[in-house]
């Protein structure tokens, strides 16, 4: 016979939240290890020598091979792996070949550079792209301002179309060169983050720009706004109170993946501008073949992206009405 606590936690235990969340940590763990196996070989995959490489080619053969032998690079492929996943439990990310500094302290420094002009780049996209892609669709509604609709659709092709680092170098060239508005490079204060945040930022507000207009046009066009309107509701009212909400579920999932992927975008955006990220320090240490620095840097980036992307499920389950979930 079942105890009473075994019946109590029977429902719990299949409570669809429960299931839900269950699923989506193990897609998590999952995800985390195949990033960690996939940084690992990765890097050591790629041909060189990082420890001559960090000695320099007039290093004697002795001391390269000590140096190996310290690092454990002397040995296999499986037993570094075996060796390496043991230090990652207890936080120890290595030690960098070329500075000798600790990677746990260089990420720790590096990182929330990183994060902080990720997050300012999603700001900026939600306060530009929700209300003007809702105001775009009730302007052009139903072929009204055909030119303005143009324009639109014209511009936000363009800039969804063009890469970060394109973006990054023609901003640089013309802000910072040719106008001397802004600076080229580095984080010197608050006008320093104008630049990357904008490289950043236009491409992925060009996309959400489009999506929230086509939503909108689509309630626009619903009945029960042809009801609200018949009700003579004044245009703010309408637009905040039926339009808005409507149509901006449907863009949460895009936005909600936006965060990872400014995260990950970083890196090339960060060189261009020399930013003091994990970005930069992560392309430095491709060249140096830095194993320890590269490693580090990927599994960070790519666990964080894993993370909120995990946390941006949870939310968009708890804000979207017609959630399966939250109706049972």
């Not at 491409?203 to 018949?230: F, M, N, Q, S, W």
């Not at 491709?286 to 949870?314: K, P, T, W």
Request: glycine share 6%.
């Amino acid at each position: 016979m079942k105890t009473v606590s075994a019946r109590l936690g029977a429902p719990a235990r299949h409570h669809p939240w429960v299931v839900f969340c269950c699923r989506r940590a193990t897609r998590l763990v999952v995800s985390l290890f195949i990033v960690v196996t996939a940084s690992f070989a990765m890097i050591r995959l790629i041909p060189g020598d990082p420890v001559r490489a960090a000695l320099g080619v007039d290093a004697p053969p002795d001391l390269v091979a000590a140096k190996r032998h310290e690092l454990g690079l002397d040995r296999s492929l499986p037993e570094q792996y075996w060796q390496h996943l043991p230090r990652l439990t207890h936080g120890d990310l290595g030690v960098s070949l070329v500075t000798g500094e600790p990677v746990a302290d260089l990420v720790g420094a590096r990182l929330p550079a990183t994060l902080l002009l990720a997050v300012l780049a999603f700001v900026c996209v939600l306060v530009v792209a929700l209300p003007g892609g809702l105001l775009a669709a009730v302007w052009t509604h139903r072929g009204r301002r055909p030119r303005v609709e143009l324009a639109f659709t014209a511009t936000t092709s363009v800039l969804a179309g063009v890469p970060d680092f394109v973006l990054a170098a023609g901003l640089t060239a013309g802000l910072a060169v040719a106008l001397r508005i802004l600076p080229v490079a580095g984080d010197l204060g608050p006008r320093s983050y104008v630049l990357p945040v904008l490289a950043l930022a236009l491409a992925p507000t060009a996309v959400l720009l489009r999506i929230v207009r086509v939503e909108t046009l689509k309630v626009l066009d619903t009945d029960y706004l042809r009801a609200a309107r018949a009700k003579r509701l004044p245009a703010v009212r309408l637009h905040l109170c039926h339009v808005a909400p409507n149509a901006l579920t449907a863009s949460l999932t895009f936005a909600g993946n936006l965060l990872p992927a400014l995260i990950a975008g970083t890196v090339l955006v960060e060189k261009v501008f020399a930013w003091p990220g994990i970005g930069s320090a992560m392309a430095q240490s491709v060249a140096a073949q830095d194993y320890a620095v590269v490693e580090a840097s990927v599994l960070v980036l790519g666990s964080s992206v894993l993370v909120v992307n995990f946390l941006v499920d949870l939310a968009l389950a708890l804000l979207d009405p017609r959630s399966v979930i939250r109706k049972t």
